[in-house]
């Protein structure tokens, strides 16, 4: 009986649990190379042009000269530049839908939604709460965050407060500090590192 047992075992195919949901987007460009660790410990990588799907709880990451785009399903963009690293996760809550969630860890990352969506950004410090944007987010090693708006409004808030950002403005995230007061930048330099891996 136990010799029967090991051979079902081994004979039913062993399914990821992140190839039972349905992908949150995909990585469709890198310059250099973007590692993927799944849920379940896989590891997956992508170089070039291509399709890597991206599911709830991967953990996403460039290594120096490495960037990515990434196509989320509802049409948001994503850039990530090098040396960056974020965890994706979800929140259902009723009445409200889901909101995805980007962990970023360190680095930058650029964010563009198709229309209103339910998107945050939370780094060590800060947490920037999106409707429909395009921004710029970089994190230094120890936390501090950059908040720069190309387009639209954005919360960013610290434990200790929440202030909005508008159109063509910056704002710093502190630990143990409010955001600061959001001053005039002109944001086309802080996003010039999307101009080779951007896919329009």
């Not at 973007?34 to 996403?60: E, F, N, S």
């Not at 409200?96 to 969630?101: D, N």
């Not at 395009?134 to 960013?156: H, I, Q, W, Y």
């Amino acid at each position: 009986m136990l010799g029967v047992l090991v051979l079902l075992f081994v004979l039913l195919p062993v399914v990821p649990a992140a190839a039972q949901l349905a992908p949150i987007g995909n990585v469709e460009n890198a310059v250099g190379t973007v590692v993927v660790q799944r849920a379940d410990g896989r590891i997956d990588q992508i170089r070039g042009k291509g399709t890597l799907p991206l599911y709830a709880g991967d953990h996403c990451k460039t290594e120096k000269g490495s960037k990515a785009f990434i196509r989320l399903v509802d049409g948001t963009q994503v850039a990530m530049n090098e040396d960056t690293a974020f965890r994706y996760q979800q929140r259902d809550e009723r009445g409200k839908g889901s909101t995805r969630i980007f962990k970023l860890l360190f680095g930058e990352m650029w964010f563009k939604t198709a229309g209103p969506a339910q998107l945050e950004v939370e780094t060590p410090v800060a947490t920037a709460a999106i409707k429909g944007t395009e921004f710029n987010m970089k994190v230094a090693p120890d936390g501090n965050s950059v908040l720069t708006v190309v387009d639209g409004t954005v919360e960013f808030g610290t434990p200790f407060g929440t202030c909005p950002i508008v159109k063509s403005t910056q704002s710093f995230g502190q630990r143990g500090k409010k955001c600061t007061k959001p001053v005039p930048i002109d944001p086309a330099p802080a996003t010039a590192w999307i101009a080779d891996v951007v896919v329009r």
